[in-house]
């Protein structure tokens, strides 16, 4: 490093309990810098940017900002020292307009009345410059996610932030609305602003930050420019081994196991005359922007809700009414979209969500009561199968981080014999290691000769698993294309609704079923 | 037929009305103010029933009726002081712990009031707040009647409640408070102290809240009874969602309750004859359901309300 580092974090250590969340961690941060800080969840990262911003006390070390030492454990001071921070849960109030969220706390109390007018025409000021548009007297709670997440990021400017940190910032955003957050972020790196974001996401990393510093197991282990590294070598630095995504093999499908004709489902994100038929040992992947539609097909395909016009025919029979537990019953695996409302109950018992979805079958209950010892044998064996890491039957589920609630998740739903699997975003919010071991399950299920309808956000998991691919676009469905046939430029066109030239990018890429 | 109308022709039904919403304007703002910051303030009924004895007490005793009304705010401080301890530092339920304090200073007031007072067949009575007369508008035709001659504190009433809707929304001490309620942990993060604010804005809510139970024994009646609450602090609390949290529809809730509670006496001695008087006693409660019913949907809750802080959790 040339020029003395606006940001320095010196020898920093933190113990939570047993555990080392930093060990010894240091790192620097030049202006107009653009900072990685990669690793898997549980590594440190969000330990390490929470001292920085005082949230924490570190128990050894020093944050020196633009080459004075802050006082540890004071936001306050780290605000003055004009370090801001957009946290992966947004801290916003969502009753309050966006202008009130940006001005609290930047008056002193005891002014007898804002002053709202200078604070109005400074965040226009902000706003400007950076190409953060975002209307100041609109409710938060109304706003789009990418558009809170710039309130967020406003609200550390507007306090003359010069070192700006994100918490996962892309965890939340739809590919698109990432792009455009990273653009924004090169912009105020170019305009002096320094930056650290913390991500597991390799592909983002390597093309958003300048420098990279990989984190494992709370120890900074490496450290690269982004010009001059792989995602390979990123990917076995962060594991700490070589990690490869399972290949998918040649399909060999079967019987149509789900099949829609011209399916309907009114609302605003509903489905409109949708066509699809997913056979036996094949998966179909929908790629589409979050909000396409995704939920309201995922629903549908897991007995949630019954669609309104058409036919849709599972194994072989049209769909009456909707009803979760005969599609349960017939053989319909569930991974939904958002785990931790739909997939499991945080405060109960990984035994209890274990059972939670077959709870009226013999197995596990008999005459109204359940059967604990059977239910608390059936965990165990999900967690020994499926290598369900810091897990044991009467431990809270919420415990577990995502990436192992979501193998229990699979587990308890690929653990009998699973016929139809409909994956909803399987892998957000995992990191690789977790990502590697959830598609080695779904591959696995399909080739056990369940059909498997991956609907996911993530083009390179689709590509990667999926044999046959449509894109969901405000509800409608695209023509299938074989996967062997699809590349990024032609699925980023189906996923724009432009799927007639896309098929003409293909060729012969679209076949009919 | 017509004398059901006739009713509301009559000034001495206006100037019931702020009378008998003084006392609940007084409860209902202080129970928003520790909603607004995330507490819900459940010892709102004791609170008030203390004020009402210490104030009456304290005029018993000999002292200034101003003083009754300060001593009623200073106990109600106190034990918003014990609610904030037990809710914010320590974390515990709001419901029970707000509970446990209408409980306890329920039975203080009595125990209190007894100590003073030794049992008799007719409670003692004071001196009570006269009618302010103010030069000009009490003099006007009706409306003096019906609305400038009240006592003083109900004129205060109702310039808390404008001066709490100021401070709320004008000023960068209420946005602390609101963000409070809405995130503490956002509010924080940007150097507001959630903790300190709650302390504060609780302490603030239940010294109104012992305000409006004193205004009972100093203004509207003249003596302590300890069943004189009536509930009135469960209406503040329901008036405060009718509000939305806002304390300018406070201010209109707790008038349109007190509109309806004083139709409903006046009923009674027109149509009482025919009628079991009860039936109307129920009139003001099932209109304010009626009126909770169709307001609180649209209501937007803080969404802290209820959730202790804890720095560092989310």
């Known amino acids: 490093m040339t020029a003395s580092p606006v940001l320095d974090l010196r020898n920093i250590t933190k113990r939570f309990g047993d555990t080392l969340a930093n060990d010894d961690v240091s790192v620097s941060l030049a202006k107009g810098e653009v900072l990685a800080l990669l690793g898997e969840n549980g590594a440190g990262k969000t330990t390490l940017m929470s001292i920085l911003f005082g949230h924490y006390t570190p128990d050894a070390g020093t944050v020196h900002v633009e080459g004075r030492e802050l006082p540890p454990g004071k936001p306050r001071a780290a605000i003055r020292a004009g370090v801001g921070m957009v946290h992966q849960h947004f801290s916003l109030a969502t009753n309050l307009t966006v202008l009130e969220n940006v001005m609290t706390g930047t008056e002193s109390l005891l002014r007898l009345r804002s002053d709202t007018r200078a604070a109005r025409a400074r965040l226009d000021d902000v706003s400007q410059r950076f190409g953060l548009v975002v209307d100041p007297d609109a409710r938060v709670g109304d706003l789009s996610v990418g558009e809170q997440q710039r309130v967020e990021i406003l609200k550390a400017l507007y306090n003359d932030a010069r070192i700006l940190i994100l918490d996962e910032p892309t965890a939340v955003l739809t590919n698109i609305e990432a792009e455009k957050l990273f653009r924004i972020l090169r912009d105020m790196a170019r305009q002096g602003l320094s930056l650290i974001f913390i991500s597991h996401k390799l592909h983002e990393v390597l093309a958003a930050a300048d420098r990279i510093v990989v984190l494992r197991g709370g120890k900074a282990v490496a450290e690269r420019r982004a010009a001059d590294t792989s995602k390979e070598e990123l990917a076995e630095l962060m594991v700490g081994r070589r990690v490869e995504r399972p290949r998918r093999e040649a399909a060999t499908p079967g019987e149509t196991v789900l099949e829609a004709r011209n399916v309907s489902l009114s609302g605003s994100k509903g489905l409109s005359h949708v066509n699809f038929a997913l056979r036996a040992g094949e998966t179909l992947g929908i790629i589409g922007v979050s909000g396409n539609g995704q939920t309201a097909l995922a629903h549908l395909a897991s007995g949630l809700v019954r669609h309104e016009e058409g036919d849709l025919i599972l194994f072989g029979n049209p769909v009456g009414k909707a009803s979760v537990r005969a599609f349960i019953e017939a053989g319909v695996g569930r991974i939904p979209e958002d785990r931790n409302a739909e997939g499991a109950v945080g405060d109960m018992t990984i035994w209890e969500n274990a059972i939670l979805e077959r709870i009226w079958s013999p197995t596990f209950s008999r005459h109204g009561l359940i059967d604990r010892a059977a239910a608390r044998r059936f965990a165990a064996e999900i967690i020994k199968a499926f290598d369900v890491r810091g897990g044991a039957p009467d431990k809270r589920i919420r415990l577990l981080s995502g990436g192992n609630m979501q193998k229990l998740i699979l587990g308890r739903n690929l653990h009998e014999q699973t016929k139809l699997l409909v994956a909803a975003q399987p892998t957000r919010g995992l990191d690789e290691g977790a990502i590697a071991s959830v598609h080695t399950r779904i591959l696995d299920a399909r080739k056990k000769g369940a059909g498997v309808l991956l609907i996911s956000e993530d083009l390179d998991e689709v590509i990667q698993l999926a044999d046959r691919i449509q894109a969901i676009v405000k509800g409608r469905l695209s023509p299938p294309v074989a996967a062997d046939q699809a590349d990024a430029r032609m699925l980023g066109l189906m996923m724009a609704g432009d799927w007639d030239k896309a098929g003409h990018v293909a060729g012969r890429g679209t076949h009919e079923i | ?314």
């Open chain 2, 1 to 314: 037929m017509m004398e059901l109308f006739d009713i509301f022709a009559s000034a001495g039904l206006w100037a019931a009305v702020l009378r008998i919403a003084t006392p609940l304007i007084f409860g209902t703002l202080g129970a928003l103010l520790c909603e607004r910051v995330g507490v819900l303030n459940l010892g709102i009924e004791g609170i008030m029933t203390f004020g009402a004895m210490i104030g009456w007490l304290t005029v018993y005793q000999g002292g200034d009726l101003w003083l009754g009304l300060l001593a009623a705010a200073f106990f109600g401080a106190m034990f918003g002081l014990l609610h904030a301890v037990l809710t914010v530092p320590f974390g515990l339920s709001q419901h029970v712990a707000g509970l446990g304090i209408t409980l306890f200073a329920s039975s203080l007031s009595y125990y209190v009031f007894r100590l003073a007072v030794p049992v008799a067949s007719s409670p003692p009575t004071i001196e009570p707040f006269r009618p302010l007369q103010i030069p000009f508008l009490s003099d006007l035709p009706f409306l003096g009647t019906a609305l400038f001659n009240q006592t003083a504190p109900t004129y205060l009433a109702i310039a808390v409640a404008l001066a709490l809707s100021y401070v709320l929304f004008r000023t960068p001490l209420g946005l602390a408070m609101r963000m409070t309620g809405e995130n503490p942990h956002g509010a924080e993060a940007q150097g507001v102290n959630p903790v300190a604010v709650r302390f504060g804005a609780i302490i603030a809510g239940s010294a109104l809240m012992g305000v409006g139970g004193a205004f009972l024994t100093l203004s509207a009646f003249n003596s302590f009874f300890p069943t004189m609450m009536q509930g009135r602090g469960w209406v503040c609390i329901a008036l405060v969602v009718f509000a939305s949290w806002n304390p300018g529809r406070a201010l209109l809730g707790a008038l349109l309750f007190a509109l309806f509670d004083a139709y409903q006496l006046r009923l009674q001695t027109v149509i009482g004859k025919t009628v079991p008087y009860q039936l109307f006693l129920m009139i003001p409660y099932i209109l304010s359901i009626a009126a909770l019913a169709v307001m609180a949907r649209r209501a937007r809750v803080p969404q802290a309300l209820m959730q202790p802080y804890r720095r560092g959790e989310r």
